[in-house]
């Protein structure tokens, strides 16, 4: 079945180290995205890319940076820039002929 | 700028009572509305959305929503809830041209007990 793989579920870092989140999705959309949940939050957009080979901030990017060269895949790298990364995050995929988003089942990345 | 107001943190509800979420939203068009539920530390399942039509939109798991334009809501409703509803509910609102750009609630979470 086609669907959204988001590796690993669960991720522990160290003050000041990168981490990257890795995203496959074999749905053959065009667009990913990357969302940051906090408890009393919502979803918080971060990077969104519409094609390969391009990608947009979203609200919250500083401290985060993302690639995409495979239409597949869209990992994102927590950066030690970033003040406080521990959160749930999850990615996301849509098509330009269907609306709404198809969502990973997230990784929650905790700083130790 | 779109956006999107759940304004009941916590609901609880009594196993086979009624349910209503609450949403308002902000868009200066025919938005495109959705309701996602999502279960602890999973991910986003899509229950229903509406782009224009019938105002009262079905979705999975006998959950129905009614688009009302004059007071910008878009309430999600269940005539009878199950324990196995208790999750959180997100509302979100999404532009209507161009690439996706959906906003999303900050979430009711119901409980449901017995």
């Known amino acids: 079945d086609g669907g959204i793989t988001q590796s690993p579920k669960y991720l522990f870092r160290k003050e000041g180290q990168n981490v990257t989140l890795s995203c496959e999705q074999n749905?053959?959309?065009?667009?990913m995205y990357w969302y940051r949940q906090d408890p009393g939050q919502g979803l918080r957009l971060i990077y969104y890319?519409?094609?390969?080979?391009?990608?947009q901030k979203g609200d919250i990017a500083e401290g985060y940076s993302v690639s995409r060269e495979k239409k597949e895949s869209f990992p994102l790298t927590v950066t030690s820039a970033q003040k406080n990364p521990t959160a749930f995050y999850l990615c996301?995929?849509?098509?330009?002929?269907?609306?709404?988003?198809?969502f990973g089942s997230g990784t929650r990345l905790t700083v130790v | 700028a779109q956006s999107v107001t759940q304004p009941d943190i916590h609901i609880t509800v009594s196993e086979g009572a009624s349910l209503e979420l609450r949403c308002n939203y902000s868009?200066?068009?025919?938005?495109?509305l959705f309701w996602y539920v999502q279960s602890p530390g999973q991910g986003l399942q899509l229950l229903l959305k509406?782009?224009?039509?019938?105002?009262l939109v079905q979705g999975i798991k006998g959950f129905e929503a009614e688009f009302k334009r004059s007071q910008s809501s878009f309430n999600l409703r269940k005539p009878s809830v199950h324990w196995s509803d208790a999750a959180e509910y997100f509302c979100?609102?999404?532009?209507?041209?161009?690439?996706?750009?959906?906003?999303f609630g900050t979430g009711t979470k119901l409980q449901v007990i017995p």
């Open positions: 996301a995929s849509s098509s330009r002929t269907v609306y709404g988003y198809t």
């Open positions: 749905l053959n959309h065009d667009a």
């Open positions: 890319s519409q094609i390969v080979n391009d990608f």
């Open positions: 868009y200066g068009a025919t938005p495109y």
């Open positions: 509406y782009f224009s039509g019938d105002t």
């Open positions: 979100a609102v999404g532009n209507s041209g161009g690439y996706q750009k959906v906003t």
